[in-house]
């Protein structure tokens, strides 16, 4: 999976922590969660190492 398409998944997952009323810094962590749990379903890697990547692509991105 790309760093664009986790960037939309992460976006995605943000917006609708937004609307179920998290705020920071949980959203964040949630839309992270959501966005590793699709790559490691995906890329069929390790749930830790997905995470890490995600934050990775976040911090450098956002």
């Known amino acids: ?6 960037l939309d ?3 995605e997952a943000l917006e609708e ?4 009323g998290i705020g920071a810094p949980d959203d964040s ?4 969660t959501a966005a590793a749990m699709m790559l490691a379903a995906m890329d069929g890697i390790e749930d ?3 995470y890490t990547q995600v934050q990775d692509i976040v911090a450098a991105n956002h």
């Open 1 to 6: 999976m790309d760093a664009a398409a986790l």
């Open 9 to 11: 998944i992460y976006d």
């Open 17 to 20: 922590a937004h609307a179920r």
């Open 29 to 32: 962590k949630e839309a992270m």
């Open 48 to 50: 830790e190492a997905a």
